[in-house]
């Protein structure tokens, strides 16, 4: 006989093993809600059939087509991320609001990802992105507070999630945990040494191949060197990533080398990434064709430019925005070691 370990998640003594943890989690979503809906945030259901499932070089997607009545085919894309319509809404008039979306992404199952997930989004119009930082350590607390946990814990790693969380910049993080002079291989105009943080790497004595860009090395040293060591006993704010790493965070007014971009980690596990938000859409545009230049190089493939999120951008005022992993939130609020645990109904595979 298979134990209840071994058995779909849908036999009822392994469900009656999970439940508990299930409805901790419909707690911690519907207290989510309340918190954002007693500071005036609207929330919002966006599509998850999209032109463009966003343009990021290593995030892949879900595609289908659309057939029209005539039969005519268009392709489209589960959403990897409700920002670009969240966006809009701000181009729209939108003032602050939130979203609990269902997403999508392909290449990506293990004990920290899955292909369906539940992204919270929120953004704020107007306000600068030191408030998600505040945000982000609220939300923490009232995890835990929901969830009954003094401490969050993920496989031996623990963090006090009522403790104010550490800022720390990549600049100082690279420092402290490589070695290694991060922003004296970034130009004020953005260029990257490549060379220079080659030879860094190789002395923090990980491996260097000779095909490696600046981004595969400063990704490599961010995946080694810094973030197991991250929110060990209270969170961590990784804050300030440099220009080549923005993605759709506006450049820091005061070091050109770095963005207003952050993200929040707790137990060694990345939790959330917000922006103080980009509005150039040439910029964007730029950010986005490089972007797509580096997949149809890895990957041989390419997704198509929302040109309506583009002019979108150009009528959005000032705002800042954050998407945070609730399923990851859940699972450290109820010490579960994988996020097919604290997921009511796990895609199968």
Not at 107 to 123: C, D, K, S, V
Request: glycine share 6%; with cysteine; proline share 7%.
């Amino acid at each position: 006989m298979p134990t209840a370990l071994e058995s779909p998640w849908w036999a009822p003594a392994r469900h009656a093993d999970r439940r508990p943890v299930l409805l901790t989690r419909n707690r911690i979503t519907a207290a989510l809600r309340a918190h954002f809906a007693v500071r005036d945030f609207v929330e919002v259901e966006t599509a998850c059939l999209q032109v463009s499932p966003g343009n990021e070089a290593h995030l892949s997607a879900f595609g289908t087509e659309a057939i029209g009545a005539d039969g005519a085919r268009a392709p489209l894309y589960l959403h990897t991320s409700p920002e670009f319509a969240c966006k809009k809404l701000l181009a729209a008039g939108e003032p602050r609001l939130f979203s609990l979306a269902r997403v999508f992404r392909n290449r990506e199952r293990g004990p920290l990802h899955h292909p369906e997930f539940t992204m919270l989004e929120w953004y704020r119009a107007g306000e600068p992105y030191t408030a998600l930082m505040d945000d982000c350590a609220d939300l923490l607390r009232l995890a835990a507070e929901t969830g009954g946990a003094a401490r969050f814990t993920w496989r031996g790693r623990e963090a006090d999630p009522f403790a104010e969380p550490e800022r720390l910049s990549l600049a100082a993080a690279f420092d402290r945990h490589a070695g290694i002079d991060l922003l004296a291989t970034v130009s004020a105009t953005g260029e990257t040494d490549r060379d220079g943080l080659a030879a860094a790497v190789a002395r923090a004595g990980l491996r260097v191949a000779a095909d490696d860009s600046w981004a595969d090395l400063f990704s490599r040293v961010l995946v080694a060197k810094i973030e197991p060591e991250l929110g060990l006993g209270r969170p961590t704010i990784l804050c300030e990533y440099p220009i080549s790493e923005a993605a759709l965070a506006r450049p820091s007014p005061a070091d050109p080398r770095v963005t207003e971009r952050f993200e929040l980690y707790c137990c060694g596990v990345e939790l959330a990434n917000a922006f103080g938000e980009l509005t150039d859409p040439e910029e964007q545009r730029r950010r986005f064709s490089a972007e797509m230049a580096v997949k149809q190089a890895v990957y041989g493939e390419t997704y198509p430019i929302d040109e309506e999120f583009l002019a979108a951008l150009a009528a959005m005022p000032e705002a800042s925005g954050s998407a945070l992993g609730l399923d990851r939130l859940v699972m450290l609020a109820v010490g579960a070691r994988r996020i097919e645990d604290v997921l009511w109904t796990p895609v199968a595979g």
